[in-house]
């Protein structure tokens, strides 16, 4: 099997999606940076950083065998098994706004989402763990500019 047919094989339904806004900015970004179309786009959580974890955002010529495969909007998503599970549902946004502008995961695996990554806080605590405390319930975002 050939590896266009082994993506193929591996695409499943849409667990993880992009919005419309999102999936241009990475076509956007594809093009700036002479991206060639046959790679992907991985998100997954990696461990470290500031706040413990991580998103993952990275564009990726290789699948790995235990890698699951999205299509949304045009765009082919790359994820291992791993951050799968912690990633489920999970809808990538792009935002630009009065804090800012880029990609935010709408994770539903989470009760609130830190644009760092941070997964520390449960659905009682409104704070990140970067340090910044400014999240509200009503926002998604911490404000330590990570979104």
């Known amino acids: 099997m050939n590896t266009q047919e082994t993506q193929e094989a591996q695409v499943t339904t849409q667990e993880i999606t ?42 990726d010529e290789k699948v790995e065998a235990t890698d699951k495969v999205f ?6 998503i790359y994820v291992d098994e791993e951050s799968l599970e912690g990633l489920s549902g999970t809808t990538l946004e792009y935002v630009d706004g009065p804090q800012g502008k880029g990609f935010r995961f709408n994770n539903p ?5 830190c644009g760092c990554g941070d997964s520390s806080h449960g659905e009682s605590d409104s704070s990140c ?9 009503s926002t998604s975002g911490c404000g330590c500019g990570g979104h």
Do not use: M, W
Request: with cysteine.
């Open 18 to 59: 992009l919005t419309p806004e999102a999936a241009e900015q990475i076509r956007l970004i594809r093009r700036e940076n002479q991206v060639p179309e046959t790679h992907g786009l991985r998100i997954g959580i990696q461990s470290g950083g500031c706040c413990g974890s991580s998103y993952l955002l990275a564009f």
């Open 71 to 76: 299509q949304s909007e045009g765009v082919s």
């Open 109 to 113: 695996n989470k009760a609130q989402s």
């Open 129 to 137: 763990g970067c340090g910044d405390s400014s999240q509200s319930e």
